[in-house]
């Protein structure tokens, strides 16, 4: 029996494999302040599954190629820090000489041979061919010394609408990295580790130059690992030191271990090159199975390619399968539309495929792309943040337990089916987003990269510290060689491949700290941030990665999830900082959550406030109300925290409404809004939450068996929380739509004025008596009432600037399901003379439980 996706066959394979799946972890990430912060409160959940025994194929036989399975319908519609002495640097040195492609002889001769991309870039004058890749060159900084590698004039030519777009990108040598010292002079005082650790990148950047002709180079390990065909065949790549003998295996050779026997050179990189056949068609057919079989120190294991680009788990089979994807020239997805500039703030709609349609199933591609866009579109939102597209064989993992970097998720469609969706929302000029994992990897030993030369060792630091015992994942060793390679090169191809706009990385705590956050309590003291604990090897990483991002795509977005506040995040990597543009406030989410358990009397203006704005100078910040975490099963949404099981019973407009409901609808746009008028230079949405989602995200899990025997019940592979009912937010019969309403104009509030990134933000008034908060962001005027009862007339309000005044929002306006109390035809003047701090004022109704925002107009 074959399983067809536009006339690709998937046959029925069985395998004597065994899995033992695992149910959501209800353990989450800690979550602390950005800045100051003195309790620990965990918040994301991870879903684990648990690590498998490799178990070889030959049971498997020849078969035809295959891309998606499913049913017969068409998818298509460290080092240690301060303490760690040079000799650890030219120990890491030497390393770097030893493993694969970092002598220049060697890295010739890979590249020379099978015709690679990279050796063909320069012809007999030395010139650059016209549309070939770039050759490097390297740059001296004013010392004299090496810096990161400078592309010579490289041009990005991109065909759209019949025209051509040139873009010049390089990546910049590595500055004095001393202007952390003037932006935070706090900083001084752990000038040996900082400056250590910019010394440390240094290195690394000089040896990068020196091995691999730069970052760019070093960069398109794609180009050389996994498979590449050029005019005479296949060469296939792996970096598997551990292993004594290794075999390409595949639908291409009937399986056949003897057929493809791949050689080893001394730096531990297996190859082999098959030529094309005959006819000279490729001599591995598109679409077709593949994997490579090696004799390990754990015995004989078949592993999925570590650089394969797209992977498919077959109906009724445990184990995936590397799928071999080259698809002819006329059925590859040519991207038609630019990828649109990044503007000044950014609104994001967090988002997953899988879980992003009405029915419970698995979404595809293409049904995000034709139905969901268009919604993002027309909220407002001008970037939207996909997860899960790195494939992960356990569904319930939200896409954090990676199994394999270079695949996006089959369950969704195939490869070209995303660049459709991409292409897409660039055409409606939205910004894409990737949520990134390379804070660790899935500890699947048959579908990713755990033990896959057969040591604990391989990609990741062995033993307790390859571990993470909360997340049950593996750990990278980011001061490897191969490492840095396979990661940097990995978010290269996302960006180069499939266009996307820029990333959100995910666990950045654990990354920098080899405590990983967990059970620290982060208070701001600086002694936390520069000690022991921090992993330099993670934090340079971080500082490449987003050199190589900055660098060959000026205009891509870097956001890191730190919830530690580590100073210098969001400062250039030239400067001496870590590089990102955004930090995520992940302050905010677990303030609204505090406060939503207390009385409204017991809510304090001013803490509200300190936390919103509790951000370092000079660095931008994505702000939130709540986000995926929240929408978790086991956990409550902001709407559900203020309305509860009334939202099965009360929504309907021709029922009568209740006391909570009508609490719960005011504040949840109060509460939205106040975040993204004082929370940062970014705001982002989980899908869903616009409009208070009634239902919690539970990912279809079996039950779990744990090690001790306890059994923690799933909901028996259940997809029916596992979706989005956009269709509540859009009736127009539900109190629902009033919230979506709102949510709506808010992001085009901010498209109008773009009050976000203005630098005028002054906050004139916190009365905790009055419930009143009152503050300007650009020439917009903000006045929240958060008090239950009390309204206010001719409630004067302090302003900077003169002038007349309009309503331009009201959250009690009845088309956001509010009562209609503001007199939107109104005008209010200015009068002069101090007040709340203020060269001038204007008297205003205050209604309870009301946020209104007002606009200086000239007419």
Request: aromatic share 12%.
């Amino acid at each position: 029996m074959a399983y067809t996706l536009s006339g690709i066959r998937l046959p029925t394979v069985r395998t004597a494999c065994i899995s033992n799946r695992s149910s959501i972890h209800c353990e989450r990430k800690n979550v602390n302040s950005l800045l100051v912060r003195k309790d620990s409160s965990p918040r994301k959940i991870f879903a684990v599954k648990s690590s498998h025994d490799s178990d070889s194929s030959s049971t498997a036989t020849a078969s035809e190629k295959i891309l998606v399975p499913g049913s017969e319908a068409d998818l298509s519609s460290s080092s240690v820090d301060l303490v760690e002495t040079p000799v650890a640097i030219s120990e890491n040195a030497q390393v770097f000489q030893e493993v694969a492609g970092t002598s220049v002889a060697e890295d010739n001769r890979i590249h020379g041979e099978q015709n690679n991309v990279s050796s063909e870039l320069v012809n007999s004058d030395n010139k650059v061919d016209d549309e070939q890749h770039l050759v490097p060159v390297q740059v001296m900084n004013s010392d004299g010394k090496v810096g990161c590698v400078e592309m010579s004039a490289p041009l990005e030519t991109r065909e759209s609408d019949g025209q051509s777009e040139a873009k010049t990108r390089s990546i910049p040598p590595p500055g004095t990295g001393q202007r952390i010292y003037e932006i935070d002079p706090m900083l001084n005082g752990f000038r040996n580790h900082l400056d250590y650790r910019y010394e440390h990148y240094k290195k690394m950047c000089e040896l990068i130059d020196k091995y691999e002709g730069g970052l760019e180079a070093f960069s398109r390990g794609y180009e050389k690992f996994g498979f590449n065909r050029s005019a005479t065949g296949i060469t296939y790549r792996e970096w598997v030191p551990g292993a004594k003998w290794a075999a390409l295996i595949g639908d291409f050779n009937n399986w056949n271990p003897n057929a493809d026997v791949m050689t080893r050179n001394e730096f531990g990189v297996w190859e082999i090159f098959l030529p094309n056949n005959a006819d000279g068609s490729p001599p591995i057919p598109h679409g077709s199975r593949v994997k490579i079989r090696m004799d390990t120190p754990s015995g004989i294991k078949d592993s999925i390619p570590a650089w394969i680009k797209f992977s498919v788990q077959a109906p009724s089979e445990i184990p995936y399968n590397g799928i071999y994807y080259d698809p002819p020239e006329e059925e590859k997805y040519v991207f038609k539309h630019p990828q649109p500039k990044r503007p000044k703030s950014l609104r994001i709609y967090e988002s997953h495929v899988g879980m992003s349609g009405m029915e419970p199933m698995i979404n595809t591609y293409a049904n995000f792309r034709d139905d969901v866009l268009p919604r993002i579109k027309k909220l407002g939102y001008n970037a939207v943040q996909i997860m899960a597209i790195q494939e992960h064989s356990y569904y319930a993992s939200f896409g954090y337990h990676v199994t394999n970097f270079f695949a996006p998720s089959s369950r969704f469609g195939t490869p070209d089916d995303l660049k459709s969706l991409i292409d897409k929302a660039h055409e409606l000029g939205l910004l894409v987003l990737m949520d990134i994992v390379h804070s660790h990897a899935s500890n699947n030993v048959l579908d990713g990269l755990n033990m896959f030369d057969g040591t604990d060792s391989h990609y990741f630091h062995s033993g307790a510290r390859g571990y993470h015992w909360m997340w049950d994942s593996r750990l990278f060793n980011y001061g490897h060689w191969e490492v840095l390679r396979f990661l940097l090169s990995n978010a290269r191809w996302w960006l180069e491949e499939y266009k996307f706009d820029g990333f959100r990385f995910d666990g950045v705590t654990s990354m920098m700290y080899t405590h990983h956050g967990l059970q620290v309590e982060f208070t701001g003291n600086y002694n936390e941030y520069f000690g022991l604990a921090t992993d330099v090897d993670a934090v340079v990483y971080l500082m490449l990665v987003n050199d190589l991002i900055h660098g060959l795509f000026p205009d891509a977005v870097a956001i890191g999830e730190d919830v530690s506040g580590m100073p210098t995040f969001c400062i250039p990597v030239q400067d001496g900082g870590i590089g990102f543009d955004y930090r995520l406030h992940m302050a905010i989410a677990d303030k609204w959550i505090e406060v939503l358990q207390k009385k409204d009397e017991n809510w304090n203006m001013g803490d509200i406030v300190h936390t919103l704005i509790n951000r370092r100078w000079l660095e931008n910040c994505v702000a939130y109300a709540e986000s995926h975490d929240q929408a978790l099963v086991g956990d409550k949404t902001i709407a559900f925290w203020l309305m509860d099981k009334d939202m099965y019973d009360f929504m309907a407009l021709d029922i009568p409404s209740t006391p909570v409901i009508d609490r719960g609808i005011a504040l949840h746009k109060m509460i939205r809004l106040i975040t993204m008028g004082l929370g940062g230079e970014g705001y982002l949405n989980f899908m869903g939450n616009e409009f208070g989602h009634p239902e919690w995200i539970d990912f279809p899990r079996g039950d779990q068996h744990l090690p001790d025997g306890r059994i923690i019940p799933g909901n028996n592979n259940s997809f029916d929380k596992c979706r989005r009912r956009f269709d509540l937010g859009d009736a127009e019969y539900l109190r629902y739509h009033g919230m979506q309403e709102f949510d709506q104009a808010m992001q085009h509030l901010e498209e109008k004025y773009g009050f976000m990134t203005l630098g005028h933000q002054y906050i004139s008034r916190k009365d905790e008596g009055d419930k009143i908060i009152v503050f300007e962001r650009g020439d917009l005027v903000f006045v929240f009432n958060f008090h239950w009862n009390n309204s206010y007339s001719d409630y004067r309000i302090g302003c900077l600037k003169p002038g007349k005044y309009k309503v331009v929002l009201d959250s009690d306006d009845k088309l956001f399901g509010g009562f209609g109390r503001i007199d939107h035809r109104a005008e209010y003047f200015t009068s002069d003379g101090w007040y709340d701090d203020r060269p001038h004022s204007f008297m205003v109704y205050a209604p309870c439980r009301t946020a209104v925002v007002y606009a200086l107009t000239e007419d």
